[in-house]
Nanobody, 120 residues
Framework: QVQLVESGGGLVQAGGSLRLSCVAS????????LGWYRQAPGKQRELVAA???????NYADSVKGRFTISRDNAKNTVYLQMNSLKPEDTAVYYC??????????????WGQGTQVTVSS
């Protein structure tokens, strides 16, 4: 059974930094695309950053230049380094793994989320 567990969230002042981690069990990260999403109260869940198996990255415009996604396949871990945090970054952050079973068939697995709160 695949499980993803996030950690690293917390309360930080505006301008500060946090590093989120997401560790997988039951499956290897290697060969699967990974992503970080967030959901603020009353808003839809949105993509923050994604990283492919080849290491290509993609970011939401709102976090470009401030956040960095990275992966360590040997540790089955994906990271989100968040710098210059703003109050509008406050949300529950989730990691997601898209498990590729075969061409055209994949499953998405989500972590339980970690709260990030940025005070002004």
């Amino acid at each position: 059974q695949v499980q993803l567990v996030e950690s690293g969230g917390g309360l930080v002042q505006a301008g500060g930094s946090l590093r989120l981690s997401c560790v997988a069990s039951g499956s290897s990260f290697s060969g699967n695309d990974l992503g970080w999403y967030r959901q603020a109260p009353g808003k839809q869940r949105e993509l923050v950053a994604a990283i492919t198996t080849d290491g290509n990255t993609n970011y939401a415009d709102s976090v470009k230049g401030r956040f960095t996604i990275s992966r360590d396949n040997a540790k089955n871990t994906v990271y989100l380094q968040m710098n210059s945090l703003k109050p509008e970054d406050t949300a529950v952050y989730y990691c997601k793994m898209r498990l590729s079973v075969r061409p055209g068939l994949s499953y998405d697995y989500w972590g339980q989320g970690t709260q990030v709160t940025v005070s002004s």
